[in-house]
């Protein structure tokens, strides 16, 4: 049986635009799909940047999903949160699929074109960045390569003066077991705290006790889970591509991710299993 050519039109498809916000219109892609400039004539200068702009859109929806779920944390039903946070965790796991496309690209592939991108890197990601910081991984100095971006500085800045993602959490433990929470400052990483592992564990010994508490645990150490496969990704990936060799951005390389592999975004939730 032969079939005539579908035909939109007479089945009721919009064909005119003239008037209406089109999906060209309502997703901006002439901006989008008008931003990639290779600056040489490398076959995968393209890839290369198409996974770095995705990556920073997904790392944009992360950055929303994180704050939502911040403020969701201080507010009287922490559950609400909770929706969010598996959200941001399947976003990494998104990214780390990414890894599987640029994988392809052999170090032959990527020096015809590793020379154009000067001393930019992925070290330079505000967006990275504040996910690090909101989530409580922080570090004033590595606010410093965006000196020249003051609108961005002060982003950062700000960051560092508010409580981060485990702040919040902490903040609920403390509540509903009644221990302190110690003074920290809050332009530094969290360090292990043994006052707050007895408290997580009296939660990881009575879960019926502190449901919310102990889902909130699981959803923070999953995130965790899937930042850290984000983060060894990368080095493998570099490791591949660029073997030692120094960084674009200037530090040592695949030394300085291996050195990033050892942070712990919420110590305490690693430690205190030792101890269950
Ligand atoms: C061939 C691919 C890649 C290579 C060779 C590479 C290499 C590196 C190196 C050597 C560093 C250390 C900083 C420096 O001195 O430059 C770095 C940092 C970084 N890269 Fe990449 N990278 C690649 C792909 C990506 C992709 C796809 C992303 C996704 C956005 C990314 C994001 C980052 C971030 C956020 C940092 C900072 C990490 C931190 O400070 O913990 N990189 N990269
Ligand atoms: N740091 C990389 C360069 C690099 O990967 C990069 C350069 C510009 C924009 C994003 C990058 N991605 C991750 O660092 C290198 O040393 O080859």
Redesign the pocket.
């Known amino acids: 049986m032969t079939h005539k050519p579908y035909n939109p039109e007479t089945e009721g498809a919009q064909m005119s635009f003239a008037q209406d916000m089109s999906y060209t219109d309502y997703l901006h892609l002439d901006p989008i799909l008008s931003a990639q400039h290779p600056l040489s004539a490398a076959e995968d200068e393209l890839l290369f940047i198409i996974?770095?702009q995705t990556?920073?859109l997904w790392m944009k929806l992360a950055l929303h999903e994180l704050g939502k779920a911040r403020t969701l944390l201080q507010s009287p039903d922490a559950r609400q949160a909770f929706k969010g946070l598996s959200r941001v965790a399947r976003i990494f796991e998104q990214l780390n699929g990414a890894w599987d496309v640029?994988r392809t690209?052999t170090p032959s592939d990527?020096t015809a074109f590793r020379d154009a991108l000067g001393q930019s890197?992925?070290?330079q990601?505000f967006q990275?960045r504040m996910i690090e910081f909101t989530l409580g991984n922080r570090n004033a100095a590595m606010i410093r390569p965006h000196a020249h971006r003051p609108d961005l500085a002060q982003q950062l800045e700000h960051e560092l003066t508010q409580p981060s993602l485990y702040d919040v959490a902490c903040q609920r433990l403390s509540a509903a077991t009644g221990v302190q929470i110690p003074a920290r400052n809050r332009a530094e990483p969290h360090a292990p705290d043994q006052q707050l592992q007895d408290a997580w564990r009296k939660v990881y010994e009575d879960p019926a006790r502190y449901w919310d508490l102990y889902e909130l645990a699981e959803k923070l150490v999953d995130l965790e889970d899937y930042f850290r496969r984000w983060r060894f990704n990368?080095l493998t990936?570099?490791e591949r591509?660029?073997g030692l060799k120094?960084?674009?951005?200037?530090?040592g390389?695949a030394p300085?991710?291996k050195r990033?592999l050892e942070t712990e975004l919420f110590p305490d939730l690693w430690h205190l299993r030792t101890a269950l």
């Open positions: 996974q770095h990556s920073e640029l690209m990527y890197s992925g070290f990601s990275y990368h990936t570099v591509v660029i120094r960084g674009t951005g200037g530090t390389g300085y991710l990033m």
